[in-house]
């Protein structure tokens, strides 16, 4: 007996939250979500990232509810809720506009889900009180939504949604109604709130900065299917298609096949450059891939790149290219160069800022060398 309950408690153990298995949504014959399957541990931030029309806001209304799927599991700490009604399950949807009450205060704002749930007064009021201080708003109680900035407005949504204590947060594009400054801002608050209570999260978003600033982990999805998922850093530096790599951030794509084939490093030619990467890949010689470079990833100078600007000797003679800037463009923190190699392919290239003042800078139209390191580049497959 005492072993079959440790057994069981260890297989609870390694159960994961939320289990999506299979799960498809069809319209009018058309699959929006496309046979997905993911796991997301408890605690996580979970970001669903794509463009418009991947799918990612039908798979979040399949978790709260509000679509039924086709075909296929959702079960939330083990258990099945793809029959369960949306007010009934343990899940709290925060949206994009933040559906507030307009002729309610902040405080009946917080209240309104658990007056309807018929909590005693006595436990809504601490509730709403602990939510307050939480989102650092109690000052404002007696504010209407009118009152109060976009990012006020979005703590506010925030609090009613975490007073429920759901077991899952669904965020909709939760930061997608305010200006780029006040969400750079916002988006720290709101990892840090969901973090001290310690829900479970799930949000959608098509902004890939607010993704990769909030989110554990990272689903990108397209055409109703996950491509990838990883933490952000992973999904970043090891895309593991095209789609991923140009999707997120800014990247250099070169079209060729592979001439050398080591275990320890290979060499693909491309019309514009000869590439040297110093790991191993999955394939065989003559496969068709891209190479993919991160601007910043990428020098640049007027002078040619010598062997101490190197990896190793062997990489010398590849992955540098001549050409003349085309573009450039001043950010503060860094400079986004465009440069269109002798080939006549252009390559974005991004320089930190360093210093106050350049001594070296660079202009539009001066003859420019680029260059990077074996190490920094992706090679893909698909």
């Known amino acids: 007996m005492t072993i079959a309950t440790s057994a069981a408690s ?15 949504k069809e319209f009018d014959g058309v699959r929006a979500v496309n046979d997905i399957s993911v796991t997301i541990n408890q605690g996580e931030i979970f970001a669903l990232l794509g463009s418009s029309g991947c799918g990612k806001s039908t798979l979040l209304r399949m978790l709260a509810g509000f679509e039924t799927p086709t075909s296929g599991r959702i079960l939330l700490g083990g258990n099945s809720i793809v029959e369960v009604p949306p007010h009934q399950r343990p899940i709290n949807m925060m949206f994009q506009s933040y559906a507030l009450f307009p002729h309610l205060s902040v405080w009946d704002n917080i209240a309104f889900g658990l007056r309807r749930d018929g909590l005693p007064k006595a436990e809504v009021a601490a509730r709403v009180e602990q939510m307050l201080a939480l989102v650092q708003l109690g000052q404002y109680a007696k504010r209407k939504p009118h009152q109060l900035s976009g990012g006020q407005q979005q703590r506010v949504a925030l609090a009613r949604s975490l007073a429920k204590r759901p077991q899952l947060l669904l965020l909709d594009e939760p930061l997608g109604a305010l200006d780029k400054k006040l969400r750079e801002r916002t988006q720290m608050e ?13 949000m959608v978003t098509h902004d890939q900065d607010e993704a990769m600033s909030m989110a554990t982990r990272i689903a990108v999805m397209s055409e109703g299917r996950i491509l990838q998922v990883g933490a952000p850093g992973d999904i970043y530096e090891t895309p593991n298609c095209r789609f991923v790599a140009d999707f997120i951030g800014s990247v250099n794509l070169f079209d060729g096949h592979v001439t050398q084939d080591e275990p320890d490093h ?3 030619d491309t019309p514009d450059v000869r590439h040297y990467v110093s790991h191993g890949v999955t394939g065989n010689l003559g496969m068709e891939v891209s190479v993919a470079v991160r601007p910043e990833k990428i020098g640049i100078q007027l002078d040619a790149p010598g062997l101490e600007e190197r990896a190793s000797a062997a990489e010398h003679g590849y992955n540098c290219a001549q050409g003349a800037i085309v573009a450039m463009a001043y950010f503060g923190n860094e400079t986004s160069y465009h440069v269109r190699l002798d080939s006549g392919a252009v390559v974005k290239v991004s320089r930190t800022n360093a210093a106050r003042h350049d001594a070296a800078r660079l202009e539009r139209e001066q003859r420019v060398w680029v260059w990077w390191d074996g190490a920094d580049i ?4 698909s």
């Open 378 to 381: 992706v090679v893909l497959t």
């Open 266 to 268: 290979v060499v693909v």
């Open 10 to 24: 260890a297989s609870d153990a390694q159960a994961p939250f939320l289990l999506i298995d299979q799960l498809v």
């Open 190 to 202: 709101l990892v840090n709130i969901i973090e001290q209570v310690g829900v479970t999260c799930v």
